[in-house]
């Protein structure tokens, strides 16, 4: 089992992304970096996830303190993000409610939505993980 | 969790007389000259007059609007200052108006921010009423943005909830004198919102509502409207199903024969109209291919809006596709792009731009199964030999 959102899970995403023919091709224009925030409920704590994406690739990820810069910053609560991995929340829907928040250049992940959608892909595929 | 999204409406005969009703004291028109030659600026500017509302008219609005004409649009109306903005025309007109309010109310932000994903309290400096001219493009009850990037050739798709009409005014006066090839256009471009607002992954039980209610209207006014441009009841049935189609697709999405249209519409600069809907049929084809799901829906919706009696689904959405295909012949409507006045040559010489644009367009992403390039680029050439996907 991995834990969701923990190092060794964006390892494996990290892997399911470079193994995607879909999410290649969908994204192999695409240049940007991402931290993906999970909250947690309470408010005490939160879980960075860096993703470096280049051309279709994913380049790495770390779990990241709040210094680290990116291109794109996508926040929401840790159970919306659970949702999203269990297919029971479409990001893009979760992003025009108001349970995400994505700071970076709309004009450039609006121009690369296919590739968005083809990457949540890879965040459901992720096997044996413990929510 | 999901919204529904609507301006108020004013509509049937005699609804363009609200304007008479409306406080404000200065109106800025986005229109193009078309508008102004029909004598239709002049009627909105008579009923503003009696409502003592000082008028500016922007007329420089051209098919297929560039980002360039409505920064020029947003200048002269920041400077103007108006408390209302008006748009006047088809979609072009309308989508114009839409960008220049938020240029005017968001002097600090590119228009290419303009999103869903971020609040940006419009509508704080004036109002936003949009007059559909034409019956078919929904433009002004949706909160969506076509311009065209003339440099990239290329639909520019902006978006945002807040950017939305206050007030859209539903008059049959103004489609009354279309001519039937722009009556055809228009009306398939209905048409192709009702249906692919239905199977949208974003549908939802209020967009369905509005997207069965606006197939059948066109279904059964349509070829009338073409036909004899004097039958009124057609024509303002048409109207009315237009707006209702925009609130279905606006409220769910519109799908792939619209990334096809803008992406054909963009490099060959032909009727949005009929770029989509010569797409129609074939996107309908490839989703009952490919998945059970669509399937299911089409024929749904043919039960439903046509009263199709077929019980099997893949028999039912058969039918559905050639209602669609005769609907498209009895209004003259092309059936393939090669119809369009486009050569092989040059349809050859753009194919990886015209696939690729339709691969990156945002409606790509809402539609399931969601197409691969080679699956865009056997429906482009289907639908530019008009050859029908085997069922």
Same mark, same amino acid.
């Given at each position: 089992m991995v834990k969701f959102g923990s190092e060794e899970w964006g390892k494996q995403f990290c892997q399911k992304l470079n193994e995607s023919e879909a999410y290649n091709k969908a994204a192999e224009t695409w240049e940007g970096d991402f931290v993906f925030v999970m909250e947690f409920e309470d408010g005490t704590k939160e879980v960075r996830l860096y993703v470096d994406l280049w051309h279709g690739k994913c380049r790495g990820t770390a779990i990241v303190g709040s210094d680290k810069e990116a291109e794109f910053i996508m926040s929401g609560s840790y159970s919306n993000w659970v949702k999203v991995a269990k297919k029971e929340l479409d990001p893009i829907q979760g992003l025009m409610t108001g349970k995400f928040k994505l700071e970076g250049d709309m004009a450039k992940i609006m121009r690369a939505t296919k590739a968005a959608v083809e990457l949540v892909n890879c965040v459901t595929e992720v096997e044996n993980v413990e929510f | 969790m999901w919204y529904w999204n609507a301006p108020k409406l004013v @509509?049937?005969?005699? +609804? /363009?007389?609200? !304007?008479e009703q409306i406080k404000g004291t200065k109106a800025f028109i986005v229109t193009d000259e078309v508008m102004e030659k029909l004598g239709f600026v002049e009627i909105v500017s008579k009923k503003l007059s009696k409502s003592k509302i000082e008028v500016k008219v922007f007329n420089e609005v051209e098919p297929d609007p560039s980002v360039q004409t409505v920064k020029k649009g947003g200048e002269i109306c920041s400077e103007y200052k108006p408390d209302i903005i008006i748009g006047l025309g088809g979609g072009s007109a309308m989508d114009s108006a839409k960008a220049i309010d938020f240029i005017y109310e968001q002097p600090d932000?590119? !228009?290419?921010d !303009?999103?869903? @994903? /971020?609040? @940006?309290? !419009?509508?704080q400096k004036c109002k936003l009423i949009q007059i559909p001219t034409t019956s078919g493009t929904g +433009?002004?009850?949706?909160w969506a943005v076509v311009l065209t990037d003339v440099k990239e050739r290329r639909k520019l798709l902006l978006a945002s909830r807040e950017i939305i009409a206050d007030v859209a005014i539903i008059d049959p006066i103004f489609p009354a004198k279309m001519p039937p090839s722009l009556t055809a256009s228009t009306g398939i471009d209905a048409l192709t919102h009702a249906i692919e607002g239905?199977?949208?992954i974003w549908r939802n039980i209020y967009s369905d509502a509005m997207c069965i209610k606006a197939t059948q209207l066109v279904f059964e006014n349509l070829e009338k409207a073409v036909k004899n441009g004097s039958d009124m009841v057609a024509r303002e049935n048409m109207h009315n199903a237009a707006t209702i189609a925009g609130l279905g697709f606006g409220n769910s999405q519109a799908g792939i024969a619209h990334s096809m249209g803008h992406s054909v519409g963009a490099v060959f600069h032909k009727p949005h109209g009929f770029c989509v809907g010569v797409a129609l049929p074939y996107i309908m084809e490839y989703e009952i291919l490919a998945a059970d799901e669509p399937k299911k829906m089409f024929a749904e919706l043919g039960r439903q809006a046509l009263a199709i009696e077929e019980k099997d689904d893949l028999k039912a959405s058969k039918i559905l596709v050639k209602k669609v295909r005769e609907l498209l012949k009895a209004t003259g409507a092309p059936l393939s792009y090669r119809e369009m006045e486009i050569s092989s040559e040059d349809f050859e010489k753009n194919f990886d731009l015209v696939v690729a644009n339709a691969d990156m367009d945002s409606c790509t992403s809402t539609t399931r199964p969601m197409p691969s390039k080679e699956d865009f680029q056997k429906l482009f050439k289907a639908a530019f030999d008009g050859k029908a996907l085997t069922l």
């Open positions: - | @509509f049937g005969d005699g +609804a /363009v007389d609200y !304007l932000m590119k !228009l290419e !303009l999103s869903p @994903f /971020v609040s @940006f309290k !419009l509508h +433009a002004e009850v949706t239905y199977v949208s």
